[in-house]
């Protein structure tokens, strides 16, 4: 009997950092010199699978159809099943002509059909989460079976497997270290950090169960790759029970958060459809009754009312609100393109807008990536170097003697060069280019945008020196031709220095760099080869006090020295010779320093009222330390370890700023316990360790250069440039979005509930037709669709950062809704007086009004169930929808900027293309009543006549009058909303 293969759930840590070889090895019945026997790996195979993550993917019904299921698209297919059957009826039962109906059903099944089709697409792109995770596998890997090498597919390792390890190899599984010589591993793409983590050279030792995934100096991880020494290690974890594959389990949990703009849009689409609900039922039953009365409840003549009644019912319904909040979506897409923000979700747009929590990685986020030295001890004076990251843009500049209290950073130009030739800086500079294995590359970056980009092929440290030599204006080739190499000492992660031997004109150099309390006790003396004394013990302790101080400040600190020997001088071969009696040369200062325009991007958050968290791999000490540099950090906000948030009260976690060494499975903790409180979390991000988080935070954002392959899959947005200050950009974008998305949906509301008030209301009254199908037509084409093409074009307001975030704010506040029904009102009661006033002939018709073509009244030859009864009728409608289509145009005006008045965002927000929109409709409107030939040409367009009169000077003051009430009452509520300080 074949035994049953473990599951995720199952499965128990086998062995970890907190385990003792020993143990480890009668765990999984291995050897630490003969590995695994080969019988034995069968069974493991079996037991655990193949070293893979496996593409484990949703039912269709949890990924394709569940979320189709909402109240928006439900109500539509609903409806057009009921016009199906009524068409069906029409056609088949009554033999009539039932085409107006299969046009009003294809209209709807294609706002459905574009509906259906986005949401698909967004759960598909879900599962390119867990495909870039394949990418980050190694192909092969030498294990050790039967005390045998051999190279094996990297799929096939099991636990208890006995792995070799050499530089530049990827990490194939999750293995405990039996072996180490100067292990240094890349962990940034599982940690987020730089720096390369030095493992131990006493693997035997055993660390704490809580201890940080970055601090686990006797681990090594799936994904990340040997920088430099070698190992042999034991694997203890494969497939998807390594630390990536839980990431890949967590992230299984596709398509499973409802996009939050489409939620809202929802829970508004249940209430109105529970409104179309209620009118359909009132009016068919009325209907019904009354042709029961008539007699007529069995003929064609009922099932039409039925038709017109479910279109009128489907009029309170916006039906171009789901397809004007993508446009408006895609518009703010390509807006922030143009800045470098790649938007891969098109709700992240809305989503961006209404963050108030900013939770950020620091390396490669708040900061550049790229180790870089910002500070120069030449044992004379101090200096300060300008330019971010490997660029060789930038400057050193002296800062005197003593180290000053403030330094004005930009104060100096790039091309400076404040030191002269054997000068102890020189020599500083010299050393930290020789005494080197790194390489500067330039890279073109051609995606999402063509960019140059600076990187290093060795160590982050030593890229530093490059970059900083860079700056000095020395010509390299020059340094290059007058020293030789001879010989080197590899770093060593024990003795935690390295140094390299040069011959020059004088004989030869010895260049030794590292740890200050390693360096420091060789040294002898201190200047440079032409100028040096002796070092005495208050020289010592000078630097070392310098160096803590440097230290405090989050900087790592590298002390430089050198050996000057004489060309009769037998180079030693002895390590412990060879660095001995060094000249003390200085030290430089260098971390990973915020990006140009961090800390104004932080300070323009702050005052958007959204709070920066700093969440990193990184020492609290350092994170602290970029923290105050950019403003994350203001006054006595907490610095909190990763291990420390389960015992954090409430009110301890919620005033902490920074959270350190924390690991991907903490990221996540503190994402949702900040949604717990119904915030609205941005992520931003760029390592493996990021994914999660990126994918439950509301907003995942990622950078495009610095960013792997699994966090890009991950996230909503992308920043091209790396920059952090294009987050605020899409914040700023996406505030504007959002108040554009409101505006078009109150302005689409607002004229239906209107509109459906006096319909709803006209309908009760037998036989009687407010307005012909043409004129309804007609208001939806031309005031409906026209005009809030204007929301689409619009400008961002100049205050949007000015603004408290609206979280999970719904779609319409308490002053939203106030403003709606007073607009609503208004606007019915306008309407509905000045078609009373010409339907009984208050305002009566003068021969001017009989001047255009003259309707066809109701039991004329010629005429339709809808037209006219009398003349006053055809009047009294021309004015209606004329106060309709004039209003509903200009109030987009004041709806554009609900926090302004109209008179101050015309001048202080002035947009061409929103004026044309709005003053296009009543021009067309006045010139179509007025101009036969385009009526005629309208009639031959539909199938009825516009029946438009021309108005007279009484009726048009008549209706200035009916379209300023509207319109002032909307902004004198605008107004006392102002002078209470409250914002929409």
């Not at 055993?206 to 681990?219: H, K, V």
């Not at 996009?259 to 019904?288: C, D, E, H, M, Q």
């Not at 203001?634 to 370890?641: H, K, N, T």
């Not at 005009?787 to 950062?801: G, H, K, Q, V, Y």
Request: net charge negative.
């Amino acid at each position: 009997m074949g035994k049953k293969k473990r599951s995720y759930d199952d499965q128990i840590e086998l062995c970890s950092h907190n385990a003792t070889i020993k143990k480890i090895t009668e765990d999984l019945q291995t050897d630490v010199k003969f590995g695994l026997k080969h019988e034995i790996v069968e069974q493991r195979l079996e037991l655990y699978g193949t070293n893979v993550i496996p593409k484990v993917k949703g039912s269709i019904w949890d990924v394709y159809i569940a979320p189709l299921l909402n109240w928006l698209i439900n109500i539509y297919l609903i409806v057009a099943l009921i016009m199906v059957i009524l068409g069906l009826i029409k056609a088949f039962v009554f033999k009539e002509s039932s085409s107006d109906v299969w046009k009003q059903i294809g209209f709807w099944m294609l706002i459905i059909g574009a509906n259906i089709i986005f949401t698909i697409f967004q759960q598909i792109r879900a599962q390119f989460k867990l495909d870039a995770l394949h990418k980050l596998s190694a192909p092969s890997s030498t294990v050790i079976r039967d005390g045998i090498p051999e190279s094996i597919a990297a799929d096939l390792l099991v636990p208890g497997d006995l792995i070799e390890l050499d530089q530049g190899d990827r990490i194939p599984a999750d293995a405990r270290i039996v072996y180490a010589s100067n292990c240094l591993v890349n962990e940034s793409a599982l940690t987020g950090e730089s720096v390369a983590v030095e493992k131990t050279n006493t693997p035997q030792e055993c660390l704490e169960e809580d201890t940080p995934i970055s601090q686990r100096i006797n681990m090594l991880y799936t994904g990340t790759f040997l920088e430099s020494g070698r190992a042999v290690a034991l694997v203890v974890n494969t497939g998807i029970f390594t630390e990536l594959g839980k990431l890949s389990v967590e992230l299984q949990e596709i398509g499973s958060n409802e996009i939050p703009i489409r939620s809202k849009v929802n829970r508004l689409a249940k209430w109105l459809g529970l409104t179309v609900v209620t009118f359909l039922v009132v009016s068919v039953i009325y209907k019904a009754i009354i042709h029961s009365i008539n007699g007529t409840l069995g003929d064609v003549v009922f099932l039409e009312d039925v038709v017109i009644t479910v279109t009128t019912s489907m009029s309170i319904m916006p039906i171009s609100i789901p397809l004007l909040t993508t446009l408006i979506l895609l518009t703010g897409v390509l807006s922030m393109a143009k800045d470098r923000v790649i938007i891969r979700n098109l709700s992240a747009v809305e989503t961006l807008g209404r963050s108030s929590i900013l939770c950020t990685d620091k390396t490669g986020t708040i900061t550049s990536n790229q180790m870089t030295i910002q500070r120069i001890w030449d044992t004379e004076q101090f200096y300060g170097v300008s330019g971010v990251g490997y660029s060789n843009k930038g400057a050193i500049y002296p800062l005197g003697e003593e180290y000053p209290d403030s330094i004005d950073e930009y104060r100096l130009p790039d091309s400076l060069k404040p030191f002269a030739e054997d000068s102890s800086l020189e020599y500083l500079l010299v050393g930290g280019l020789l005494n080197n294995n790194a390489h500067l590359i330039v890279e073109e970056v051609f995606e999402p945008h063509h960019q140059i980009s600076w990187k290093t092929t060795g160590d982050p440290t030593d890229g530093a020196f490059l970059a900083l030599f860079n700056k000095s204006g020395i010509v390299e080739k020059e340094i290059r031709k007058q020293y030789g190499y001879l010989s080197e000492f590899n770093f060593d992660s024990v003795l935690k220095r390295m140094s390299k031997t040069f011959q020059d004109k004088e004989g030869y150099t010895l260049f030794c760099k590292g740890a200050s309390e390693t360096i420091l006790p060789l040294c002898t003396h201190i200047g440079k080869p032409e100028k040096y004394r002796a070092i005495t013990k208050e020289d010592k302790e000078k630097i070392m006090e310098n160096v803590s101080k440097f230290a405090a400040q989050g900087y790592r600190v590298i002390s430089l020295s050198l050996r000057p020997m004489s060309k009769d001088t037998i180079i030693p071969n002895n390590r412990e010779e060879a660095e001995n009696e060094l000249i003390y040369n200085g030290f430089v200062c260098m971390l990973d320093p915020p990006r140009y325009g961090v800390g104004e991007a932080v300070k323009d958050s702050y005052q958007a009222g959204i709070t920066t968290i700093m969440i990193t791999g990184d020492s609290p000490i350092t994170a602290k330390a970029i923290a105050k540099e950019v403003g994350i950090v203001r006054g006595d906000e907490l610095v909190v370890e990763g291990n420390q948030i389960k015992n954090l009260t409430e009110e301890e976690f919620f005033k902490a700023r920074i959270f350190a060494r924390v690991s991907p499975q903490h990221k996540q903790v503190i994402v949702e316990k900040y949604q717990s409180k119904n915030k609205i979390i941005a992520m931003c991000g760029d390592g493996v360790n990021d994914a999660l988080a990126l994918t439950n935070a509301d907003v995942g954002i990622c950078m495009g250069i610095a960013g792997t392959e699994v966090a890009k899959q991950a996230s909503d947005v992308v920043i091209a440039d790396d920059s952090f200050t294009s987050t605020v950009l899409g914040i700023r974008e996406g505030r504007g979005l959002f108040d554009r998305i409101r505006v078009m949906i109150f302005f689409y509301i607002t004229l239906n509930i209107a509109e459906a008030i006096i319909y709803f209301a006209s309908s009760f009254i037998p036989g009687f037709h407010l307005v012909n199908d043409f004129q309804r037509v007609y208001i939806f084409s031309t005031a409906h669709l026209i005009p809030p093409l204007a929301f689409i074009f619009d400008s961002i307001t100049t205050e949007i950062m000015d603004y408290p975030p609206r979280d999970d704010e719904e779609i319409f506040n308490k002053k939203y809704v106030l403003a709606l029904v007073v607009l609503a009102l208004s606007l019915a009661f306008s309407g509905g007086l000045v078609f009373l006033l010409g339907y009984f002939n208050l305002l009566s018709i003068s021969s001017f009004n009989q001047t255009g073509i003259i309707p066809i009244l109701f039991g004329e030859p010629g005429s339709v169930l809808s037209s006219p009864v009398t003349l006053e009728h055809a009047k009294a409608r021309t004015m209606f929808v004329t106060v309709l289509v004039i209003t509903e145009s200009l109030v987009v005006l004041s709806l554009r900027r609900l926090n302004k008045s109209i008179f101050r965002s015309f001048k202080e927000d002035r947009k061409w293309i929103v004026f044309i929109l709005v003053f296009s409709v009543p021009i067309l409107h006045i010139l179509l009543m007025y101009i036969k030939p385009l009526q005629i040409l309208a009639g031959k367009i539909f199938p009825f006549l516009p029946e438009f009169l021309p108005l007279g000077i009484l009726d048009w003051l008549v209706i200035l009058v009916a379209v300023t009430i509207p319109l002032a009452t909307l902004e004198t509520y605008k107004f006392f909303i102002r002078r209470r300080k409250s914002y929409y």
